[in-house]
């Protein structure tokens, strides 16, 4: 349980309140003012719009009302200040925010995209909260209480893992020889699902069995720390090549998101001969 609780339901409050106020008006009406180019070292086609940086604004001032003392890392503030992200080194507690994950989505109208938050100390994650508010869907979870869907419990299916799975490798972020090992050695071992382009649907979609597995290399704190102790309080997996588990401080490397622990043992036993990849080169704390 949480040393320093947040109250869970007033973040709820909080993420409808701007999903609904702020986020939604704005959804399928922005103008083309509204979006421009984030020109991100590993992403030069990112994009960014100016509801992104107007909830992450607001979030912010929230959350530390809410909660004073305690930093908000949130991904434009990042983008704009690098060092803001060494407060995750710090053994206090930290908010990781993502005020529109998904953003490319929700500039072409699809409802695939939402507020993702963590609250995290001494770099484990400890309560997160995913909003899709386009679909009004509300995931939560804090640490040994498990995982909840609009206020219901929620647990990853327990069933037979089918032959073929459902699943997506996401390569356009490694290093070159490590993409081109990766997709020679997974092909034709499942079937390919498309990119939902947003971490907060294709994780819940893991946890609520439309696909079984994701591959991941970069590993940004905001993208990855919330729904990946979602999911595994919903019974599911977040781990290294090597098995260790995901870590909101975790440098970029292979990772597998899996419905169950036979899920990412299967996807695992297909990289074994690319043990060489099983540790990133360096730690950034």
Request: include cysteine; charge should be negative.
């Amino acid at each position: 349980m949480i040393d320093r609780a947040p109250d869970i339901d007033a973040i709820s409050a909080l993420l409808i309140e701007v999903g609904r106020d702020l986020i939604l008006p704005r959804f399928r009406r922005l103008d083309p003012g509204d979006v421009e180019r984030k020109h991100t070292a590993t992403d030069p086609d990112d994009v960014v719009t100016v509801v992104d940086r107007q909830a992450e604004a607001r979030l912010t001032e929230s959350l530390l009302s809410l909660l004073p003392g305690t930093p908000v890392i949130g991904e434009e503030a990042v983008h704009a200040r690098p060092e803001i992200l060494e407060g995750l080194g710090s053994d206090g507690p930290v908010w990781l925010l993502d005020p529109i994950d998904g953003t490319r989505n929700f500039v072409a109208g699809d409802d695939g995209f939402g507020i993702m938050l963590a609250y995290v100390t001494g770099g484990e994650a400890q309560a997160a909260w995913i909003l899709l508010p386009a679909r009004d869907e509300l995931f939560v979870a804090e640490a040994g209480s498990g995982a909840f869907f609009n206020g219901t419990p929620v647990k990853v299916a327990v069933k037979e893992p089918p032959p073929l799975l459902r699943g997506v490798l996401h390569v356009r972020y490694m290093p070159a020889g490590l993409k081109a090992s990766i997709t020679s050695t997974a092909r034709g071992r499942f079937r390919v699902e498309s990119d939902a382009r947003s971490a907060a649907v294709e994780y819940m979609d893991i946890l609520r069995g439309s696909r079984d597995f994701a591959v991941y290399y970069r590993l940004l704190p905001w993208d990855h720390a919330a729904p990946a102790l979602i999911l595994s309080e919903g019974g599911g997996r977040c781990e290294h090549l090597g098995g260790d588990p995901y870590r909101p401080r975790s440098p970029d490397q292979v990772t597998i998101v899996a419905s169950s622990s036979r899920i990412a043992d299967r996807v695992r036993g297909w990289f074994a001969p690319l043990t060489r990849f099983a540790a990133p080169d360096r730690a950034i704390y």
